[in-house]
């Protein structure tokens, strides 16, 4: 199993920016992708920004050009730097691995709350 720890959220301007941290333990060498979903207030969980082991990037439309996703293999720590924040991009944000055999991820980080105030 893969262990998933977040930090870096918090409240934070519209335009400005926050960088969340993910530190990745366990049984890394199964793993194929890690990546950020976020759940905002009534609204459902939605993929963020993904990198495979590859390091072939995925991100959703509403964050292109905004959010970059980043990985730094020597310290097994996945990054999501956040720019131009916007108060839609308030949500709970979860660090999620994915498994060789799996399509969706099989690990989550107990989230991190962003809150972007206007």
């Known amino acids: 199993q893969v262990r998933l720890v977040e930090s870096g959220g918090g409240l934070v301007q519209a335009g400005g920016s926050l960088r969340l941290s993910c530190v990745v333990s366990?049984?890394?060498?199964?793993?194929?992708?890690t990546g950020w979903y976020r759940q905002g207030p009534g609204k459902q969980r939605e993929l963020v920004a993904s990198?495979?082991?590859?390091?072939?990037?995925n991100y959703a439309d509403s964050v292109k050009g905004r959010f970059t996703i980043s990985r730094d293999n020597a310290k097994n720590t996945v990054y999501l730097q956040m720019n131009s924040l916007k108060p839609e991009d308030t949500a709970v944000y979860y660090c999620?691995?994915?498994?060789?055999?799996?399509?969706?991820?099989?690990?989550w980080g107990q989230g991190t709350q962003v809150t972007v105030s206007s």
């Open positions: 990198i495979t082991w590859g390091g072939n990037l």
């Open positions: 999620a691995a994915w498994t060789k055999g799996n399509s969706d991820p099989r690990d």
């Open positions: 366990g049984s890394i060498f199964s793993m194929i992708a």
